[in-house]
């Protein structure tokens, strides 16, 4: 079988070959990669190369695919998964495999599997840890947004709250408390929103913040209060930029009893000590955002901590039992984390994009790899609709979708577009 995909062979070198996969083994499956949605963790691995904690130190001899938020279908199936998957099944990855303590992963690690390549050999390890998921859903890049889901499910499962006199933490969000998202108009902000509102264990405050009135409004405009309301949550939008003191603002609408759950979305220390500021007693702050500075640092009221038991907890990434989470309420399209991307580009696209991925403004970029196509911004669909026929049919359907990607806008890309 051969296969197109991008390589990474050393720092900030990326390339896109067709080569040829070996025969699958016993233990191994063949599969068809559609699409993967670009991380900034790829951006890292590529800029650091070996250096980096998952990337093998003979990268330049034996390159290896990168992409880790990608979903297909299996093609062949070895003997020994035969009575576990069958091919045409749609699968998505859990990339974090910690195989006998290692930190191998598909995207970083391995030659044969990863997310930006058209077919790949997914190894035994995969499937024995249980990280092969069957995806039941209508659109491919569901599968593939996934990953970057989890991480939003595995935050909320990783918040705790104490009950006094037991040293039992009650793990999750409080039920019917008060919950901020600050910094949370960005993309995994409005997965986060999504999730809260529609998840079984929701708050019955939620306040989202941000200083842009633009993401703010199309965050309003995602996800309305009126739609909040109806799954019992008073869902309040807030410029803290416009607003002279944001942390009395902020517990004003708590009715001065601070916030049981807070998130921090942003690795900005004023955005932290905000969010340290407006805690109730016994209120969890959960730093979300990953910073690149491995010196950042944060005031944080002690005395709080001691008197009012306020605590703090960090995640990074989500784990299998999150994915299937996500996939399943993707499947029973109880969230929509189509509003995560922003732009959308075939296999061609992933070198340039990946290496100016911090430069790109917007949020998720989704890759399909069947196809031949520039990076796009939904947004500017439309302007080029007026030239381009393809454009101005995609246009239509996003402008269907209130500006989102959408399974019809998927069929009609795979159907025109595809090699």
């Known amino acids: 079988m051969i296969t197109k995909a991008v390589r990474l062979y050393g720092k900030n070198d990326l390339r896109l070959e067709s080569f040829e996969l070996p025969p699958i083994r016993e233990d191994e499956i063949l599969a068809r990669v559609v699409s ?11 800029s650091q190369g070996a250096d980096h904690k ?3 130190n003979d990268v330049a001899e034996n390159p290896i695919i990168i992409g880790h938020e990608f979903c297909g279908e299996i093609v062949e199936v070895g003997e020994k998964w035969k009575s576990e998957f069958k091919p045409g099944q749609k699968f998505s990855i859990q990339p974090a495999l910690n195989y006998n303590g290692s930190l191998d992963a598909p ?3 391995y030659p044969y599997i990863g997310g930006d390549a058209t077919y790949i050999v997914i190894p035994h390890e995969v499937m024995e840890l249980g990280c092969l998921l069957p995806y039941d859903g209508e659109a491919f890049f569901y599968g593939s947004l996934a990953e970057p889901m989890s991480c939003i499910v595995g935050g909320f499962h990783a918040n705790y709250h104490t009950t006094g006199g037991s040293y039992v933490h009650d793990m999750g969000i409080k039920e019917g408390g008060c919950m901020a998202i600050l910094a949370g108009a960005g993309p995994m902000g409005l997965g986060a929103i999504d999730y809260a509102v529609h998840n079984e264990l929701r708050p019955r405050l939620l306040v989202v913040t941000d200083i842009d009135d633009a993401r703010l409004a ?6 309305t209060p009126e739609q909040a309301a109806q799954c019992g949550v008073e869902l309040i939008y807030l410029n803290t930029a416009a607003t002279p003191d944001p942390v009395a603002a902020l517990k004003e609408l708590t009715g001065g009893e601070g916030y049981n759950d807070v998130f921090v979305f942003a690795p900005v220390r004023p955005v932290v000590e905000q969010g340290d500021a407006i805690l109730a007693h016994d209120g969890c702050l959960n730093f979300f955002a990953g910073p690149t500075n491995p010196e950042f640092k944060a005031e944080f009221n002690f005395y709080n901590v001691h008197y009012a038991a306020t605590h703090i907890v960090g ?3 989500g784990n299998t039992d999150d994915m299937i989470e996500s996939l399943q309420m993707m499947e029973k399209g109880l969230i929509n984390p189509a509003a995560m991307i922003t732009h959308v580009g075939g296999l ?3 070198i340039e994009t990946t ?4 430069k790109i403004p917007g949020g998720k970029k989704l890759i399909y790899t069947g196809i031949e196509m520039p990076l796009t911004a939904i947004a500017d669909f439309a302007k080029l609709g ?5 454009f101005k049919g995609l246009a239509e359907i996003c402008g269907r979708n209130k500006g989102l990607w959408s399974a019809e806008a998927e069929k009609y890309l795979l159907e025109n577009k595809a090699q």
Do not use: I, Q, W
């Open 348 to 350: 061609n696209a992933v």
């Open 107 to 109: 995207g970083y690690s």
């Open 218 to 223: 199309r965050a309003k405009e995602l996800f």
């Open 54 to 56: 998952r990337v093998h």
């Open 315 to 317: 995640t990074s990434g």
């Open 386 to 390: 007026e030239t381009d026929p393809f």
């Open 36 to 46: 993967d949605s670009l991380c900034m963790s790829s951006y890292k691995a590529t």
């Open 355 to 358: 290496l100016n991925l911090p």
